[in-house]
T-cell receptor, first 115, second 112 residues
């Protein structure tokens, strides 16, 4: 079974600093990979996804992520944090061989942005 | 693009009462539909998914059930709620053309 590990349940950065949220997955075959953001008491919003092709993917709000097969990682970055980036971020994977396109989520990382 | 509606937005129910949460989808046809639960401070747990009308797959044994009476309608139910059923319930949809799931705004359920 697939699993997703997000290192650090809480990450704190200063406004303007680099944001790095880590995600590692376990799967024998590279899965589809996703990052979602959740603001308090709201649903999840898709930030970006990797399915095939270029391993560096760009998403909304200035975020990007790089798929590294050798490291089984899909870390999320943003060059300069903004106060509005404070939220919870979830990494998710989907086994491209599996029926139903189910998502397996990491436990989430709460990002705090300090002024 | 897809729009997912959920209601009610919040619900407070006594233990032992029934439950019905509804999810409807606009902007796509024949989607895969999903119910997730998010407990406080935890990630998302897939409860049920459906690939078509009347087709329901359960991911974990529990006190809940799901139904899909129409193509773009997904209902989560319980006959008797437990305290452990409290949480944030999210409905998601995956259209036929992509790999990503889109999420509704969620229902906050508190069982007292």
């Amino acid at each position: 079974a697939q699993s997703v590990t997000q290192l650090g349940s809480h990450v704190s950065v200063s406004e303007g600093a680099l944001v790095l949220l880590r995600c590692n997955y376990s799967s024998s075959v590279p899965p589809y990979l996703f990052w979602y953001v959740q603001y308090p008491n709201q649903g999840l919003q898709l930030l970006l996804k990797y399915t095939t092709g270029a391993t560096l993917v760009k998403g909304i709000n200035g975020f990007e992520a790089e798929f590294k097969k050798s490291e089984t990682s899909f870390h999320l970055t943003k060059p300069s944090a903004h106060m509005s980036d404070a939220a919870e971020y979830f990494c998710a994977v989907s086994d491209r061989r599996e029926y139903g396109n189910k998502l397996v989520f990491g436990a989430g990382t709460i990002l705090r942005v300090k002024s | 693009s897809q729009t997912i509606h959920q209601w009610p937005a919040t619900l407070v129910q006594p233990v032992g009462s029934p439950l019905s949460l509804e999810c409807t989808v606009e902007g796509t046809s024949n989607p895969n539909l999903y119910w997730y639960r998010q407990a406080a401070g935890r990630g998302l747990q897939l409860l049920f998914y459906s690939v078509g009308i009347g087709q329901i797959s359960s991911e974990v044994p529990q006190n809940l059930s799901a139904s899909r009476p129409q193509d773009r309608q997904f209902i989560l139910s319980s006959k008797k709620l437990l305290l452990s059923d409290s949480g944030f319930y999210l409905c998601a949809s995956k259209g036929q053309g992509g790999n990503e799931q889109f999420f509704g705004p969620g229902t906050r359920l508190t069982v007292l």
